[in-house]
């Protein structure tokens, strides 16, 4: 299959590198624990929790303060403002304060000379607990009744009524398992106060303006006296949305009470024990269904663990149930979503933000139609999606850019499928350890903040004299290649090369008030901020030619030869010595604002995404039924970004992302012990995908069309939408694990992730069904 020649059409659009790229070749790409350290500089850590939950009875911190090299200890007593690091509920403490919620939990705050010295100190502070009881399971959580808020329910029509009339139906449940972020580089920030209580902060941070007034809040100062900057992260993944506040605001505590700069740049167990991972589901449903295994009715329960505060599961918890649906018209359905209160670490943003949890869900449901029909499951996926009339989801927002059933079909033309579902199946006849499956699986993903007033962004553009460009916008770059996308939208206004646009780092004094980089939608609002400000610009350069040559300013073109206006033509740079000394502004701020997005959560009722971004996946896999190892042979993935801003950096978003729901899906597993402990915090017990993991043929093309929507060059999101791809190696194994007992009708009891000891239960239970 590696050599086999693909049957796309060929796209020529221009790629750019990564703006970073040869700096991370040859180590020069400078992140926040990279700079020269001054003299005077004090390391950080944190005094932790060993319970998951308990009242604060007494704490010894003698020994701590007399540890070699340390300064200052601290403990919420010694916070000026808000002892608050929460992006929105305010439960989030910078220093637990007389109780503790989850184990890892920061109790005390140490400051001293060097990083090995307060991490050696803060284990010595003593404790002494009064325990209380502990929920950590989603199981327990249930039958406490704990909830970080009320369970919320999404519907259409009357599932139950429709279930009691199906021909057909059917029930089951699932687990599916968090994931940690794994970025490679963990959590730091650097606080160095100003004159006059002004503090910066260099953080590896995705929400900037965050850190700016939680801080401000914390030291009880205005936000305009605090500034955070970010030039780079080594990956986020959601991981740096919400948490890096709390070392933010550890450093900026320790700056402002010493005087001294202060770095926090946390330990890897630490880190992995501390901060939020992806939320863990349980999903039970009830489906109703005809003999060619169209859905008529469903009833589905969503519970996931949230862990001990809200964080914001509220909103990612929402986006599962938006995505339940995936791309299938589901007549009537219910959607239940529990928001589960665990004394746990709270689970947190992470690529895809629901959506996956959500997406699986409804694909597991497809597999267990089709296995239940005896109908291939791909049949089943054609047959349940949206088209005419069928084209309204179950929060009653139209579906117009419905491209998946031509994604499907070319996909299944151009892999082969067919073809090789059959030799998949006489491989499978003639083979009793090993087995094969395949599957082809599609996306939907909506597109924007469902928060909608997050929907928008800002920029600034400066050009100068010399005819060089500087800008700078509120998107984080943490490896996505945001900056050099937005680079190329403001050369292509000018006409000039991507090598004349200098790129400068996030900074909140530049551009206040801005929203994450997530939701996929980095270049989108950013894209068109900065396109807006470069336009300004442009256009009084129009405007300065034709009132100084007596043409008019429509007559004016930028192109890559120069600016021609009539039979004469300028060099940009040329044009910008002109217009300065005939005193033309040459700078200029852009604002953009998502139109049309309109929901009520009350109702869960309305359009919260702009547009969708679709895909579709072929995954193959063979698994050795004795050991339950498997390996995935063969992906073929067909996706859609629109007019690709860069398709050198859509591919490798796609590439990464696809793994990445590989490793969620099938190695990487969270493990707490019954007392909240994470015993998975190190790469000693925690497995990421490697490259070995990779299939040998992987084989990606972009589909051919533009967004229908008028984004930035008609372009799509592509940070989220292809982590999804992976569930079509879950719903390959799930056949494969099926292939031990071929003449039973029924869906093998897999859960997520398909580890080793997994896929063993599962042959063992679809045996013995």
């Known amino acids: 299959m590696a050599d086999r020649a693909p049957l796309w059409p060929a796209i020529d659009k221009p790629s750019h590198p990564h703006d970073s790229a040869h700096l991370h070749v040859i180590g020069l790409a400078r992140y926040v624990d990279d700079g020269a350290e001054p003299a005077d500089m004090l390391h950080l850590a944190f005094g932790q929790s060993e319970q998951a939950h308990a009242r604060i ?134 606080a160095t106060p100003g004159e006059d209580g002004q503090m910066h902060i260099l953080s590896s941070t995705q929400h900037p303006s965050e850190i700016q007034h939680l801080v401000a809040h914390m030291l009880h100062r205005p936000s305009a006296d605090v500034t955070v900057e970010v030039r780079r992260m080594g990956g986020a993944f959601g991981g740096k949305e919400t948490q890096a506040a709390l070392f933010a605001a550890a450093a900026a505590l320790v700056a402002s009470k010493t005087g001294r700069p202060a770095k926090f740049r946390c330990d890897r167990d630490d880190d992995m024990a501390m901060t939020g991972k992806r939320h863990d589901f349980r999903v039970d449903y009830d489906v109703g269904f005809d003999d060619e295994g169209r859905i008529l009715a469903l009833s589905l329960r969503l519970a996931s663990r949230c862990g001990v505060t809200v964080d914001l599961s509220p909103a990612i918890n929402d986006r599962a149930m938006f995505h339940a649906d995936n791309c299938y018209w589901l007549p009537d359905v219910e959607i239940v979503s529990e928001r589960l209160k665990t004394h746990t670490v709270s689970a947190t943003a992470f690529r895809g933000f629901g959506g996956p949890q959500g997406m699986l869900a409804i694909e597991r449901i497809i597999d267990d ?29 139209r579906v117009e850019d419905n491209i998946a059933p031509q994604m499907i079909a070319r996909l299944r033309e151009t892999a082969r499928y067919d073809e090789r579902q059959a030799a998949v199946e006489a491989f499978n006849a003639r083979n009793n350890v090993l087995k094969k499956g395949i599957a082809l699986t599609p996306v939907k993903f909506g597109i924007s903040f469902t928060t909608t007033h997050l929907n928008q962004a800002g920029a600034l553009v400066h050009v100068y004299a010399d005819g060089s460009i500087q800008i700078n916008h509120g998107g984080t770059e943490m490896g996505q290649g945001l900056y050099i996308k937005v680079a190329q939208v403001v050369a292509d206004v000018f006409a000039v090369p991507v090598s004349t646009v200098r790129i400068t780092a996030t900074r909140t004094d530049k551009v206040p008030n801005t929203s994450a980089t997530a939701a996929s939608s980095g270049a989108d609002l950013n894209g068109m901020a900065a396109f807006e400000a470069a336009t300004t610009i442009r256009d009084r350069l129009a405007a300065f030619l034709a009132r100084t040559h007596g043409c008019a300013a429509g007559d004016v073109r930028f192109t890559p030869d120069g600016v021609r206006f009539g039979d004469q033509c300028l060099s940009f740079a040329t044009l910008c010595r002109k217009a300065h000394i005939g005193r ?53 993935i067909l996706h859609d970004v629109g007019r690709s801003l860069n398709p050198a950096i859509d591919m490798g978003q796609i590439e990464g992302g696809f793994l990445q729901g590989q490793g969620w899906l099938t190695t990487e597993e969270l493990v707490f012990d019954a007392n909240g402990r994470l015993l998975t915090h190190s790469p000693a017990t925690y497995k990421i995908p490697t490259a070995s993991d990779r299939p040998r043929h992987f084989a990606i093309h972009l589909w051919d069309g533009d967004n229908v929507q008028p984004t930035i060059n008609r372009s799509k999101a592509v940070g989220e939408p292809p982590f999804m791809l992976a569930i079509s190696v879950f719903s390959a194994l799930g056949r494969t694990i099926a292939a031990t007992a071929p003449d039973k009708r ?24």
């Open 57 to 190: 009875a007494a704490m010894d911190l003698s020994a701590v303060r007399a540890a070699p090299g340390v300064v200052a200890v601290y403990t919420a007593a010694d916070i000026p403002g808000a002892n608050d690091v929460s992006p929105m509920a305010g439960d989030d403490r910078l220093l637990a304060d007389g109780e503790v919620i989850c184990v890892g939990q920061s109790v005390f705050l140490v400051a001293a000379t060097s990083r090995d010295a307060a991490r050696r100190a803060a284990r010595l502070g003593r404790i002494d607990y009064e325990p209380l009881p502990a929920l950590v399971t989603i199981e327990e959580a249930r039958a406490a009744g704990s909830l970080i808020e009320p369970t919320q329910r999404m519907a259409r029509g009357d599932a139950a009524a429709a279930l009691a009339t199906a021909p057909r139906r059917a029930t089951g449940g699932f687990d599916m398992g968090g994931q940690d972020h794994f970025y490679l580089e963990g959590q730091v920030a650097i």
């Open 584 to 636: 033309i502004s040459l700078s200029s701020t852009g604002y953009y604002a998502t139109p049309g997005i309109v929901y009520d959560r009350e109702s869960h009722k309305g359009r919260p995404f702009y547009y969708f971004a679709y895909g579709a996946a072929v995954s193959e896999v063979v698994v050795d039924t004795l050991t339950g190892e498997h390996r995935v042979l063969a992906v073929d």
């Open 369 to 397: 139609v089709a296995a239940r029909t005896g109908r291939d499951p791909l049949a089943v996926r054609i047959a349940n999606l949206y088209g005419p009339d069928r084209d309204v989801t179950p929060y009653a927002m």
């Open 746 to 769: 029924a869906l093998p009891p897999l859960n997520a992730p398909a580890t080793p000891e997994a896929i063993l239960r599962a042959i063992a239970g679809h045996r013995a069904a």
